[in-house]
């Protein structure tokens, strides 16, 4: 996204079952601003932890539309939130997201597999069977080795680029491995920690345990592909189907068209409900033509889930029957201001707590667009995330600075008469801007000078991400914003807080955080079979860090959507932060 078991087997069943309990109250994704979890009768936010106008109709044509396409159709190359969304369209992995609202949708359920993995008591080696009567598009079986060779070409970088590599980190382990292109194995099946004993087993054999292993199997970067089908570079161009929908057309920059994968067996499928005949995905340069689209109905849903535009939004929040259609739920996201340690005066953790004391979180927010895009906030672990809670050391959520305290920290760490800053920020994003220009008016009232430096935004990873560009041009703060890639603490916060994701560019841990005690709590939470024990961790890692006073949570994002009234089956689904695609059908079968 840039958006985690034979002692295992009954820890298994909790890990996997999980439910996100901790996350209550008003935080749950947006149910406190009206929405009942009981009624699915539309309105304000009815989508969201709950099922709006189930049905089981099937026919017709979904439309989405977008103004932002593709990263990739490859599975293994996708990055993009709203990809992997569309993925459960036509890539199967051996476990999904369930296809239930809220927090219920963050549970894992076998996909391919026919069961939860057996577990090793220690934690290292998981073992998968498959189901019966698997098949990709073209009518050839799907087998462990289909799966296995899917995983393998995420290998080779030079090939297949830009996905998450997760998978090479916990599978390589010293091979080396470059992927079945350059692998000398017969059967090009050369990868070592990934055995395929037969054509319905599967063996991962890990070098530590780690209780967010089965999320990186839920990616699309482990779902199956032929090998005799395989393109290489080419093959997100139309990769080939394991789900309800194959394609029918692709056209970057133009639109898709899926159509029914005659092969898929509903059987075989826990959670899929392939309602439409036909889903197209429409690409336009003219987001205010799509939003113009939705509101009168010739688009049923934007694919991105961004939200509204600025214009749109301002229409619909003050007409009562167009805010009916539209949800407003957590998507994920916090987007924050992180203080940089190595940059004086932020060398002194008192200079840092001025800051934080002095912002004026209300002024953050309305730089964002207001309450609409997303909620005050006063720690760094999201809410959709075990082990998020409302601590809020600084009183962040008041909404208000407390300049008396933010003076007498000043005082404490040497600098009574205040100090001057910069502020780097992604010139390219409005609300990065507005941010960093709100923050800079209200430090003011201190006495702190900040000058705002604007930077391409598709050079953020060799400029905000490379720590020594950071300290060469003494970049105290930066606006940035990070959502998990997989629902758990160590998914969103350890490339932010473990000084072990610490890289030269391309880096998320601006504070370059390298505290051993928060780094070993990453490892205690990944050795726990039980996600509550987990989260406990986590839970602390995020207050701990807090305290540091090295991260200034801005917002917990919200996005405005809007949805055709004809749609049938809509929820969000916690796990993307968006609705859930795969669930969605059309009421006039049209």
Not at 4 to 11: I, K
Not at 91 to 99: H, I, P, S, V, Y
Not at 269 to 283: C, N, Q
Request: aromatic share 8%.
């Amino acid at each position: 996204m840039t958006r985690n078991r034979t002692l295992a087997a009954a820890a298994l069943v909790a890990t996997l079952a999980l439910t996100v309990s901790a996350c209550g109250g008003s935080k749950g994704g947006g149910a406190g601003d009206g929405a009942s979890k009981s009624a699915s009768k539309g309105g304000f936010n009815a989508a969201v932890d709950k099922v709006l106008n189930p049905s089981d109709k099937k026919g017709g044509t979904l439309n989405l539309w977008s103004s932002t396409d593709v990263d990739s159709l490859d599975p293994g190359r996708a990055y993009y939130a709203s990809v992997w969304n569309y993925e459960r369209f036509y890539a199967r992995t051996l476990l999904a997201f369930d296809g239930k609202p809220g927090k219920e949708g963050l549970k894992l359920v076998p996909d391919l597999a026919a069961a939860q993995p057996e577990i090793a008591a220690d934690g290292k080696t998981y073992t998968f069977k498959l189901k019966s009567g698997l098949k990709f598009e073209d009518g050839s079986p799907i087998t462990t080795k289909d799966i296995k060779y899917g995983i393998e070409r995420i290998f080779a970088q030079d090939v297949v680029a830009g996905g998450p590599t997760y998978l090479i980190n916990s599978l390589d382990q010293g091979q080396d491995y470059k992927g079945p292109y350059t692998d000398t194995d017969p059967n090009k099946l050369g990868l070592k920690t990934v055995e395929t004993p037969d054509d319905n087993t599967i063996i991962f054999h890990l070098a530590a345990a780690d209780s967010s292993f089965p999320y990186l199997l839920a990616m699309g970067s482990a779902s199956p592909v032929p090998q005799k089908l395989d393109t290489g570079a080419k093959y997100g161009d139309k990769p080939v189907s394991s789900g309800p929908y194959k394609f029918k057309s692709a056209e970057p920059g133009k639109g898709y068209e899926l159509v029914r994968n005659e092969n898929w067996d509903p059987a075989t499928d826990s959670f899929r409900k392939a309602l439409p005949d036909v889903v197209k995905l429409t690409i336009t340069t003219n987001a205010d033509d799509m939003d113009a689209r939705q509101l009168d109905g010739t688009a049923d849903l934007d694919w991105a889930q961004t939200g509204l535009s600025q214009a749109a939004q301002a229409k619909v929040l003050t007409d009562p029957a167009l805010k009916a259609n539209t949800d407003n739920p957590y998507n994920g996201f916090i987007r924050f201001i992180s203080l940089v340690p190595k940059v004086a005066p932020f060398d002194n953790i008192h200079c840092r707590k001025a800051v934080m004391y002095a912002a004026d979180t209300t002024a953050l927010q309305t730089a964002r667009g207001g309450s609409s895009a997303g909620s005050l906030f006063g720690s760094m672990l999201p809410p959709n995330i075990l082990g998020s809670d409302d601590y809020d050391p600084y009183g962040l959520t008041k909404g208000k600075p407390d300049l008396e305290k933010a003076k007498a920290e000043l005082k404490e760490c040497g600098k009574p008469e205040g100090f001057t800053t910069t502020i780097a920020v992604r010139g390219n994003k409005a609300k990065e801007v507005n941010t960093a220009v709100a923050l800079q008016t209200a430090l003011k009232a201190i006495n702190v000078t900040v000058n705002v430096d604007q930077y391409d935004g598709k050079l953020l990873a060799s400029v905000a991400g490379s720590p020594d560009t950071v300290h060469t041009k003494g970049y105290g703060l930066i606006v940035a914003g990070w959502g998990a890639d997989y629902p758990n603490g160590a998914g969103y916060m350890q490339p932010l807080m473990d000084g072990r994701f610490i890289t030269k560019t391309g880096n998320s841990n601006y504070p370059e955080t390298n505290d051993p005690e928060v780094n070993g709590w990453f490892d205690s939470a990944a050795a726990e079979k039980d996600p509550a024990k987990a989260a406990e961790f986590y839970k602390k890692i995020n207050h701990k860090v807090v305290d540091d006073a090295v991260w200034l949570p801005v917002v917990a994002d919200k996005a405005l959507n809007y949805r055709n009234p004809r749609l049938t089956n809509v929820f969000v689904n916690d796990a993307f932060g968006e609705v859930d695609f795969q669930a969605l059908g059309v009421s006039d079968g049209k």
